[in-house]
Structure formats: structure tokens, C-alpha cells
T-cell receptor
């Protein structure tokens, strides 16, 4: 199994530009999560999908952030317009289900730098 | 109040020693607990999960859970330099999502 695949691995963009991060979950997994990691705040959940439906987006910082999951094998996280404070590592993770005992598997992350 | 708390470290231990990593959580009805290891510049990877009070052993790793004290720990026996990483504690309540602590950095010196 290829694991969770994220692209790009690194993104450097100028303030005000649109940024799109992409994620392919593990085949067969029906829960998908977007996390953001910074030194100050650690690993924060932004949004999670179950069966392609957004279930909890309370972690999305503001309207500049949006996420979609058009099908079971693809999700995007978009930031428009981007700001320097959005600089962080963004992880996508997936799990087989949202059962009590199921763990999440992480992709390699996208390191975003907004200058 | 932080939901999952860990000492940020670094925790420094010599090679061959036992490393003890600790985590406390605030939600009394949390049901499942996970330890992830994250090497610098890499993604978190699951190393242990525990759901019942007591100890769970897997190779050099032992997870310990005490729900009454809202405390979970990870022991690493015979620590190796390759164990040097940040260890993230994660907690789940029922069918909710994982809540992570900020992690403890472990440094194992040769």
C-alpha cells in the first residue's frame, strides 16, 4: 500500500496568492483528516470528512480556508488569500473508520511557506 | 485548559537506559490512547495504542494507562540513538477525532 499521498511536499508562495494542497487517502479508508502543525500550537485538526462528507470543520481558522472531498480518493485544502501566518506543515491523514479503536495514518505533509 | 498535556522536553537519556514519556488528559471519558513517533521533518507514525487500564507491551515499548488518574505513559527500554524523536500522545473519545499533545522530544545519546 502506498500510504497517504500528499502533494506538493513543499510550497513557497507570496502573500495573497491562492494555495491548494492535495491528498490521496489510503484505498478503502473512509475517514480523512487535515491537520496543521506549528511549533507554537502543535498538531491541530482543521477538518475531517467521513464518507466524503465534512463532519467537523470547527478547526478551520477562518473563511480563507476551505476543503473539499469530491470522491473517496481525493481531497483538497485551499487557502485564499494566503498570509504569512499560514506558514506551517499541513498533514493529511486517513483511517479505516471512525471507530473507537481505529488509528489515523499520516501522509508526508506539505511544508507551506508564505512570504 | 489544554486537553492533552506533555512535557516538551527534551528528555535526554543515555543509550541503553529506559526512557519514560508521560501524558495527561482532561477528558474523563476518553476511551482510546495512542503514541505516535515523529522524526524531525517527517510525519507522525503510530507506535502503540492502548485502551484498557494497565500495561501493554510491544517489543521494547510499553504503554501504561491509568484512567482514574487520567494518565498514560510510554516506556522505551534499551533506548537507542535511533529512538531520538518527538513522541506525540493522542487521545480519542468515542467516535470523535484524535486530540494530540504537543509532544515530548527524546534525545538518546550514544
Amino acid at each position: 500500500d502506498a500510504g497517504v499521498i500528499q502533494s506538493p511536499r513543499h510550497e513557497v508562495t507570496e502573500m495573497g496568492q491562492e494555495v491548494t494542497l492535495r491528498c490521496k487517502p489510503i484505498s478503502g479508508h473512509n475517514s480523512l483528516f487535515w491537520y496543521r502543525q506549528t511549533m507554537m500550537r502543535g498538531l491541530e485538526l482543521l477538518i475531517y470528512f467521513n464518507n466524503n462528507v465534512p463532519i467537523d470543520d470547527s478547526g478551520m481558522p477562518e473563511d480563507r480556508f476551505s476543503a473539499k472531498m469530491p470522491n473517496a480518493s481525493f481531497s483538497t485544502l485551499k487557502i485564499q488569500p494566503s498570509e504569512p501566518r499560514d506558514s506551517a506543515v499541513y498533514f493529511c491523514a486517513s483511517s479505516l473508520s471512525q471507530g473507537i479503536y481505529t488509528e489515523a495514518f499520516f501522509g508526508q505533509g506539505t511544508r507551506l511557506t508564505v512570504v | 485548559q489544554k486537553e492533552v498535556e506533555q512535557n516538551s522536553g527534551p528528555l535526554s537519556v543515555p543509550e541503553g537506559a529506559i526512557a519514560s514519556l508521560n501524558c495527561t488528559y482532561s477528558d474523563r471519558v476518553s476511551q482510546s490512547f495512542f503514541w505516535y513517533r515523529q522524526y524531525s521533518g517527517k510525519s507522525p507514525e503510530l507506535i502503540m495504542s492502548i485502551y484498557s487500564n494497565g500495561d501493554k507491551e510491544d517489543g521494547r515499548f510499553t504503554a501504561q494507562l491509568n484512567k482514574a488518574s487520567q494518565y498514560v505513559s510510554l516506556l522505551i527500554r534499551d533506548s537507542q540513538p535511533s529512538d531520538s524523536a518527538t513522541y506525540l500522545c493522542a487521545v480519542k473519545r468515542g467516535y470523535s477525532t484524535l486530540t494530540f499533545g504537543k509532544g515530548t522530544m527524546l534525545l538518546v545519546s550514544p
